[in-house]
């Protein structure tokens, strides 16, 4: 059966496990190689990666296309306006037209209806590369560098401040899988979807899913004592609400204040880009406690262990 990496739940806490220790092993395997040399491995020579971009991209683009070099394939890179996909050709067939030239598929793009199709028509791996629901791959280079910087996941208290966007879902998936509490401090009118945050709740049913999700419209209350804080960017590519947005936001920003509520040794991240002066202050995203230099790194180390995992390599 065809493994697609749609969410983190797909893959389940014992493949995100699996996952994670591949990360840590691999990555330290070829400390001091040069970037373009492969995996002593080369677990994937001869495959090819397809990259479909239907949003612009800087991490997931660059990250993906060294992540297949490094394991010994190849990629392709195409956006959709160069592609029959942007004049009209369906997904489905685009999904199935693809399945025969390649042995895996990233596409990142704006709706997720359209990732579910191309992973039902799809005969090889389909990866999400960031839907507007979710951003699975963001979030396993997030939980490697947390464990990275010598924090485990059962337990920790993360705090996430703003948007509840597509990387707050992800999030929230990754608490109910690990056993972490998410701290969710949203704006009224821009909390994250309901159904995920029900559906997380639902998989740690029979412990206690108010210790592991919590909502709040309150920045202190989610930070006190947090071991994680993270945010993202509050306007979004394509969003046209940014005035009233902005002015529902402000009062989440991440600055050394609210940092100071965490605990001593908490580390802040982002997945980028980021917008200094608005979800966060210059002092706190480039200060000691930030990991955002080592998180974005982390997207080429973690996504080399979902290719495997794609391909039943590991977990």
């Keep these: 059966m065809t493994r697609h990496f749609l969410n983190l739940t797909d893959a389940g806490a014992d493949g995100i496990a699996a996952m994670?220790?591949?990360?840590?092993?691999?990555?330290?395997?070829?400390?001091?190689?040069?970037?373009?040399?492969?995996?002593?491995?080369?677990?994937?020579?001869?495959?090819?990666?397809?990259?479909?971009?239907?949003?612009?991209s800087t991490r997931t683009r660059f990250s993906f296309d060294m992540a297949i070099r490094q394991l010994g394939g190849t990629s392709i890179v195409s956006?959709?306006?160069?592609?029959?996909?942007?004049?009209?050709?369906?997904?489905?067939?685009?999904?199935?037209?693809?399945?025969?030239?390649?042995?895996?598929?990233?596409?990142?793009?704006?709706?997720?209806?359209?990732?579910?199709?191309m992973a039902h028509y799809a005969s090889v791996p389909v990866i999400n590369g960031l839907t507007d629901a979710s951003?699975?791959?963001?979030?396993?280079?997030d939980l490697l560098t947390i464990i990275e910087s010598g924090k485990a996941l059962p337990g920790l208290k993360v705090a996430w401040l703003g948007d509840g966007n597509n990387v707050l879902h992800s999030l929230v998936e990754a608490a109910s899988l690990m056993k972490f509490q998410i701290w969710a401090?949203?704006?009224?009118?821009?909390?994250?979807?309901?159904?995920?945050?029900?559906?997380?709740?639902?998989?740690?049913?029979?412990?206690?899913?108010?210790?592991?999700?919590?909502?709040?419209?309150?920045?202190?209350?989610?930070?006190?004592d947090a071991d994680i804080i993270v945010t993202d960017t509050w306007i979004s590519m394509g969003q046209t609400d940014s005035e009233t947005k902005l002015k529902a936001l402000t009062p989440y920003q991440v600055d050394a204040a609210l940092m100071a509520l965490a605990k001593p040794d908490a580390k802040f991240l982002h997945c980028l880009p980021a917008h200094r002066g608005e979800e966060v202050t210059t002092e706190v995203i480039d200060g000691?406690?930030?990991?955002?230099?080592?998180?974005?790194?982390?997207?080429?180390?973690?996504?080399?262990?979902?290719?495997?995992w794609c391909f039943g390599q590991i977990g």
Excluded at 135 to 141: E, G, K, N, R
Excluded at 206 to 217: K, M, P, Q, R, S
Aim: hydrophobic residues 40%; charged residues 30%; glycine residues 6%.
């Design 20 to 56: 994670l220790a591949d990360a840590l092993d691999r990555k330290a395997a070829r400390a001091g190689f040069p970037k373009g040399r492969a995996d002593a491995d080369a677990p994937f020579a001869g495959h090819t990666l397809a990259m479909v971009f239907e949003k612009n």
């Design 185 to 224: 401090a949203c704006p009224k009118g821009y909390e994250a979807d309901p159904k995920v945050i029900a559906a997380a709740r639902d998989r740690v049913r029979g412990t206690d899913a108010a210790d592991f999700i919590t909502t709040t419209e309150s920045p202190s209350a989610a930070v006190e």
């Design 135 to 141: 951003h699975p791959c963001q979030i396993m280079a």
């Design 79 to 117: 956006d959709a306006g160069s592609m029959q996909l942007g004049r009209g050709e369906s997904v489905a067939d685009t999904a199935r037209i693809l399945s025969g030239y390649v042995d895996a598929i990233m596409i990142r793009t704006d709706d997720h209806a359209k990732i579910e199709e």
């Design 288 to 308: 000691p406690q930030s990991l955002i230099w080592q998180e974005a790194e982390n997207r080429l180390h973690a996504q080399k262990s979902v290719l495997r």
